[in-house]
């Protein structure tokens, strides 16, 4: 993926911080997962993926990092057709 | 074909009870209140007229519409009369024949007779009353005349010669009735009363907007469009739609052979109704200026002199320079960009053209910059992408709420028709950093001026919420009945929360709390409130929470599902709504249903014949950001600019740079083209048959006027590209099209064309529920069921200022010109804004030793330009202020890749900035004039070819 890791950090962290602020921490950590399963193109949630395996989530706010912990397997790409 | 005269029936429609009144001894049943002079219209009677239209209200200074009612003493004016049951009218006889032939022979006294040379020779309503009343001779030879008089041609779209002027008042009335500027008056007393623009300036110099209501009012040759006086009355008229803003005003365009003569609004346009602004009246000569591209041209390096091709040979081109660009680098390296500015059946195929013939989901449109937190905010509290209104819903409202939105600069035509009702006395709060029109106009004066913090839209928007949340103004049983309980709960605590009060609030949005308390009551409080926003909600990094806080503010209060209320985006192009519509997002099929829906995949996969990807594709952004990084290498770009209209211009075109195949279809060479390898010649408004969607969901056809001037329509140089791509397409009229867009599209399924030309218009959702549109959404219930209040906390933009950058840049648009400016710089309009200025205030630029009119550089972390500054109290100390219609401009070479945190819509309204005098143009400026030149050299020496 194109996108270098510091846009991806920023823009996971942006949105970590409007669902951070959700009244139920539960649900809001699965909204997070959800919308970048969502909204983000496959590859930068796998790029955003590979950043966290390879530096333990440097520059993630402890929310998106929890998000991200917890609901993985929504952020991997699903199997596709070449 | 339009009919090429409307019947004018002299005085508005009116909705009282039915009265039956005799009318030449013809019984004509009409609502109370209606003239006699549009009772006997409508009986089929023409009553004799100067004065009147029923497009403005009676007026009763002609005196030729006088008639003679029984047991009545005198000759009324049929235009002032109302009617009354069982009155009997005559409406001719010999001694109304005697009156109108003098009042004629009165006016044609100090009129000119050079009715042959006359440019409103054969469409004068002066000359027709002559005809009508018989005049057959003039008797008086007056010592004093008004025929000497000095024609004003300032005007670059009309002239008004007072030699002709009836002073019948019908262009001052327009000017105050339908368009509410109040430019003109009747200046002086008796024979000298004449019609004065402002303190009797020249029309360019006064107030006047341009928008021609007092041209379309005037019965004679006084105001009359210069194309008019140049060409000859019009042989026919074309209804279609205008191509600049979403208020989609329809027009009638007359025409001599291929050419235009001029755009009228149509009476009958549902979103206008008969009025117009001065770019959709007079701007759109653009089409055909000698800079239009009129044949497709390639070129291997960007540095390449540009060779014109045959159409066959520009799209088997560009279709191999695709192939082999997803060949080498896979299937994802490609993507396109669809147009709210073309059709909806164009950004239809634009789209399908990326999922179905390049394979991937890598599509995007313009919405991206502006609207898309409103697609996706209004979906997660309301249900559906979309303003909840009709237009006319304003007439219904008590209290107005416009928020970062300008409507008399950027959708003028709506702007009218607010103001008309807050003359009629509906309150108007506007909260927006600056001191727009709207705050202050003749006879409109903004109840609460709410000049917030750019940034600091829902910290307001909060303590709005609290006022009405702790002060028992919730509409309690509308909430219990139509929204979620638990998120409404969990929403009041959070907003009941002290630390959201106005007066916790003031310091960081700037806004007094006794203001936002005021405000939030008679929102609350003052009947049927409706919000009208625009991208001052949207370019934040919070845009997507503003525009759910919003939403929240309308639910709270019930101020939703009903004429009068609402939440109304007004979009910016002419075709944003319906760009949205068509699936132009990278995680959406069309109808706004996302791509994991398997049940909606399989109906596009069905039809199309082909296996759809089921994860999101790139967004802009994105696509830029991979072209950085090496792995996005082509993109079709159909009627956008990004090179202009995106932020951060140098990311922007290193991107293009980066890139092996840019593919621009365009009018021009544009800022995008001029990185380009293909460029495609596309066809304006006035050259193909379509839709457009406008802000409303009203979807008005598009009548083709003239042939295409590059021979095809945006449509089918589509067509013709997915078949050399080896996904087939068999359209052979844009009709075809949306028959397919309505049978997969639950809120199109009732849309055709044939409805289209039987309703003039339709406003979606169109289905079985809806046969004939849905002006009003979420009536009983919303698109989702039960309305979801959303928590949303206020989270400062990471755009802060600093010593070293001390001021916040905000950008917005102005009347006169139009997004990135490629149509309207190629107009007269720049008569008005001929170049992008600084706003500063005084004190910021006492500071800095700046006088009115100098140059000055303007410094973000982004980038550097300079323009000249114009000194204002329109903006805050702290606040500077510029529009971004000039690419020379560079506004956005200053602004940032901050966006908003849902939808990546970029931060236009907030960038930290320092201010400061200069001699001369930036870097970048010097950089952008010589790569100009260089493109511009490298273009073929023949490359127009003359309508």
Redesign the interface.
Known sequence: ????AT?LIK?AN??G??FA???DPQQAREDFAQ?L????????RSALCTHLDATEGEGLSAFVLEAMQAHREQLE??A??A | MALFRELDYGTPARTGAPVTVEIDGTPITVPAGTSVMRAAQEAGISVPKLCASDSLEPFGSCRLCTVEIEGRRGYPASCTTPVEAGMKVRTQSPKLAELRRGTMELYISDHPLDCLTCSANGNCELQDMAGVVGLREVRYDPVKTHLAETKDESNPYFTFDPAKCIVCNRCVRACEEVQGTFALTISGRGFDSQVSAGQNEDFLDSECVSCGACVQACPTATLMEKTLIEQGQAERSVTTTCAYCGVGCSFKAEIKGNEVVRMVPNKNGHANHGHACVKGRFAWGYATHPDRIAAPMIRESIHDAWRTVSWDEAIAYTAKRFKDIQAQYGRDSVGGLTSSRCTNEEAYLVQKLVRAAFGNNNVDTCARVCHSPTGYGLKVTLGESAGTQDFDSVLAADVVLVIGANPTDGHPVFGSQLKRRLREGAKLIVADPRGIDLVRSPHVKAEHHLQLRPGSNVALLNSLAHVIVTEGLVDEAFVAERCEAEAFEQWRGFVADPRHSPEAMEELTGVPAASVRAAARLYATGGNAAIYYGLGVTEHSQGSSTVMAIANLAMATGNIGRAGVGVNPLRGQNNVQGSCDMGSFPHELPGYRHVSDPQARAQFEQSWGVSLLDEPGLRIPNMLAAAHAGTFKGIYIQGEDPAQSDPDTQHVTDALKAMECVVVQDLFLNETAKFAHVFLPGASFLEKNGTFTNAERRISPVRKVMPALAGKEDWEVTVALSNALGYPMNYTHPSQIMDEIASLTPTFTGVSYAKLDRLGSIQWPCNDAAPEGTPIMHEDAFVRGKGRFMVTEFIPTEERTSRKRPLILTTGRILSQYNVGAQTRRTANGAWHAEDRLEIHPVDAEDRGINDGDWVSINSRAGETAMRATITERVQPGIVYTTFHHPESGANVITTDNSDWATNCPEYKVTAVQISKVEAPSQWQNEFQAFTHEQLDLLPQIKVVQL
């Open positions: 993926m194109g996108m270098n846009q823009m942006q949105i911080a409007f602020s959700q009244p919308h399963k969502r909204q983000w193109d496959p590859q930068m790409p699903l596709r057709p």
